[in-house]
Structure formats: C-alpha cells, structure tokens
C-alpha cells in the first residue's frame, strides 16, 4: 500500500470513528434527558388538571324533587376536588378524592354548581359548573322555608310557614314539632303576606305570653292558629309567608322542624285540600 492510499484509509478510520461518537454521545444524552412528567407544570409534556360531570341536573334544566346528586370524573388518578352550590347555605367543601355528591333540602329557586380540580399538591385548578332549577312544589300547598338551614350554635335563626296558590286564604291551624334538646323556640310572628296583600294577621295563642313559650319548649311542639282580619280592600290572599318561627340554636349536630296537623280554611269557611304539604325543614348546627 502506497503513502496517498495509506493516507486515505487512515482518514476513512477517522471519519468512522467520529461519526461513532457522535452517535454514542446523542444516544447517551437521550438516557440522560429528563423524562416528560404530565403532571409538573414546569415540564414541557404538562397536562392541565380537568374534569367532567358524569351524571345529575343538566345545564338550564329543572328537577321536580328537592334533592340532586351529581357525580364527575377526573383526568387521572392524582385529581382531587372541591364543590359548592350556590345559594346553599354551605361554604366551599374541602379538597377531597370523592368523585359524587347528594345536596338535601332544596327550596324552589335556581342554583349553580361549581366544581374545581387540581393534582395533589399543585396549585394549577380548572374550573367548570352547571346551573339548574329546582320546582318541586306544585300548589295549592303549605311548606316550611327554607328546607335546609346550615346554623352556628348558639345563633338565631328563622324559619317561614309558606303558603302557595292557595285562593282566597282565610285561616289555618297547624302543628310545629322539634327537638328541644337541639333547638329553643323564640318566637313567632306574622309572615310577609302583611306587607304583600296589605292585609293584617291575627296569630294564637298569644306568643307574647312568657308561659306559652316556656310551655312549647317543655313540650318540644306547638300549635298555631293564623287567620286573616277582613278587609274591604283586599279581595283574596293567595302565597307568601303566613308565619315566621324563630328558634335558637342549642348543640351542634343534625335535627329537624315538623310541620303537621295542616288545615287550612278557605273565604267561604270550607276546609281547603292541599296538593302538598312539605313537612320538615333540615337543621345543621355547628
């Protein structure tokens, strides 16, 4: 073999040998790279947090029952989530890994569900909600309002008798029942039909009797009789409030107001019949 053919096997070898390390360099930094982490925010391969609901009231539409449940799923197994309903009486819940949840006691108005998820630990949340309405009660009723009331122990809160499309309210009588290890009666008085119909009521017993408080809270229930004073101006009464009861908070836990023994009575002194009668409000006391 000459010098020139010498010479160029020689540069032949080289540029072998250089494209080898250059091959072994690019494939030992492609072992060394990081590798992509969907759920670091700072990686190039991040994937947001997202959620869907499964199942429970659509957007817009109206349920006929004051309970709902709705239910969702996440992107991957490190979701974790929070819920609120607005206007329940309920602050948002803490971050948790349910994935469904039931809201009890809902009175005829329109809500919103709002639902957050992020992955454990991260700061990064989607967002997403669902508006719907509730329209359980179809009159002529009586019903206590609000169904779910969500106290502080120790605090006052107040709690309406509801009439709606009753025609030509009267009277009625009824029966007001709770727990008296739970709750202190206050008081009572005349609901918003006052101010709406510009009518007067007249409420017995006399409440403003010491002893007659002292009595229902001894006993844990109360009877009422509400009529309407005749008035030449006001042809009939037909919805809104005909009593405010006041209560007091006394422990924390979970318990109830019964509403029962409803009669109502109608301007021709006719005992009227109701389509229905919601005969418990829910108490959460903390």
Known sequence: MDIKEKSGFNMIRKLVFLTLVASLF??????????????DPSGK???????????????GETVNKTEVTFSWRGNSDLNEFRYKLEPYPIAWSNWTKSTSVTFYGLNDTSYKFLLETRYEGQTDVAKI????????????????YPLYNYVINGSEF????????????????????????YLYFVSIQGGDINSRYGVSQVILPDFSRLS????????????????????????????????????????TGSTSIMLTN?????????????????SAAIVEIK
């Open 26 to 39: 690019v494939y030992f930094s492609s072992c060394l790279k990081e590798p992509q982490n969907p759920f």
């Open 45 to 59: 391969g991040y994937v947001p947090p997202s959620v869907e609901i499964t199942s429970g009231p659509s957007e």
């Open 129 to 144: 909600s669902r508006n719907f309405k509730v329209d359980a009660y179809k009159g002529p009723g009586l019903k206590l």
């Open 158 to 181: 107040e709690v309406e008798v509801v009439i709606e499309d009753i025609p030509r309210f009267e009277a009625g009588s009824f029966r007001i029942s709770f727990n008296k290890d």
């Open 212 to 251: 007659i408080i002292q009595q229902a809270n001894q006993l844990g229930y109360f009877n009422v009789t509400i009529g309407i004073l005749p008035s030449a101006s006001v042809e009939y009464v037909s919805s809104g409030s005909i009593a405010k009861l006041k209560f007091r908070a006394l422990r």
């Open 262 to 278: 409803e009669k109502i009575i109608d301007q021709n002194g006719m005992v009227f019949a109701l389509g229905f009668t919601n």
